[in-house]
């Protein structure tokens, strides 16, 4: 049989009968941060310049690793493990290079090293930083500094922040700590001022910093696991009921608040006759967990609680492109 007769009798043998529909496939890209080594990916990404973006707001975990001695505690051993495990990655025990562009992600810049001080290790500002908590908020990366010293010079290190641009600062500096003292498990006793700085940056309108979405998640995911991510859901959902007491509404300038506070793509309202009956949530594909939208998403049924006196249904999927969406109706 000639060649090109032979090829269209293959084509046709593959055709289908008309009319036959062809079975839909749906391609899932699955990022490589839901493999099992998602830890690793994250912070191979943080290890390298270039990853900052104007994306979402850092303030949230900052904030949640503040409420209590308890929690700070948790902050600054969860940055110590991923500061070793950076070191570790790297294996550059003479580079301060990997810890740098670390800090780089998280959102500060113009990072000076002092190695040759006596308790001074690193000054870094946040120049888009324009919150006042009143409080020191860097414990993950004052534990990140930690971890990384102890683990490249094999000399035990602690780090303190001894001030930060959260506390009304120019820049934040990190020093020796000589005689740290662990936090032990303690109610979240600093819940209002929590919700009380929260509110002052929803009303100024600027959730807004230069934290890498990598980062972010590093810092939430020792805060969305087991019995503690249950507690923090709790948590917030308490906190989005005291935002609505206190005038905060979910409203068109308030999701758009949420959705750079919770790192959302995108926050989308569907309104009857005024009132809301569908909150969309859209996830980044980079935080597409179900543990992170669990805890984040309790801020908004909080909200909604509150306004309309009613729990509002959660049902959830994934999409074709791997990110995660959670839609809240309101019965």
């Avoid at 303030?59 to 902050?75: D, H, I, Q, R």
């Avoid at 930690?146 to 506390?167: D, I, P």
């Avoid at 309790?298 to 990110?323: F, I, Q």
Wanted: charged residues 25%; proline residues 4%.
């Amino acid at each position: 049989m000639p060649r090109k007769i032979a090829k269209k009798a293959q084509k046709a043998k593959g055709k289908k009968a008309p009319g036959a529909k062809r079975p839909k496939t749906i391609k899932v890209r699955i990022l490589k941060s839901v493999h099992d080594d998602l830890e690793g990916y994250l912070i191979e990404r943080i290890s390298k310049p270039g990853q900052r973006h104007s994306l979402s707001s850092t303030l949230l975990p900052e904030l949640l690793y503040s409420v209590s001695p308890a929690t700070k505690g948790l902050a600054y051993n969860a940055g110590y493990t991923l500061g070793m495990k950076l070191s570790m990655r790297h294996n550059m025990a003479k580079s301060i290079t990997p810890l740098i562009n670390a800090l780089e992600n998280a959102g500060f810049s113009r990072i000076l090293y002092h190695p040759h001080k006596r308790d001074l290790i690193i000054e870094a500002t946040h120049e888009d930083c324009d919150s006042n908590a009143k409080k020191n908020l860097h414990a993950f990366e004052a534990g990140l500094i930690a971890g990384y010293l102890t683990e490249s010079t094999g000399k035990s290190v602690s780090v303190a922040e001894r001030q930060c641009t959260h506390n009304r600062r120019s820049f934040c500096q990190f020093v020796i700590e000589y005689s740290p003292q662990l936090a032990s498990m303690e109610p979240f006793e600093g819940v209002r001022e929590m919700v009380g700085a929260l509110e002052e940056e929803i009303r100024k309108g600027e959730m807004k910093s230069r934290a890498s979405d990598e980062y972010q998640l590093l810092q939430m995911l020792p805060l969305s696991r087991g019995e503690l991510g249950s507690e923090i859901s709790k948590l917030l959902y308490a906190v989005g009921g005291m935002l609505v007491e206190d005038g905060i509404a979910l409203d068109e300038r308030g999701a758009k608040s949420m959705r750079e506070l919770l790192g959302l793509k995108k926050i989308e309202l569907t309104r009857k006759k005024g009132a809301i009956q569908t909150v969309r949530l859209d996830y980044k594909i980079v935080n597409s967990m179900k543990g992170y939208a669990d805890i984040t998403s309790a801020l908004v049924v909080g909200m909604l609680h509150s306004t309309y006196k009613r729990m509002p249904e959660r049902s959830s999927r994934l999409n074709s492109d791997g990110s995660y969406t959670m839609e809240l109706r309101i019965a």
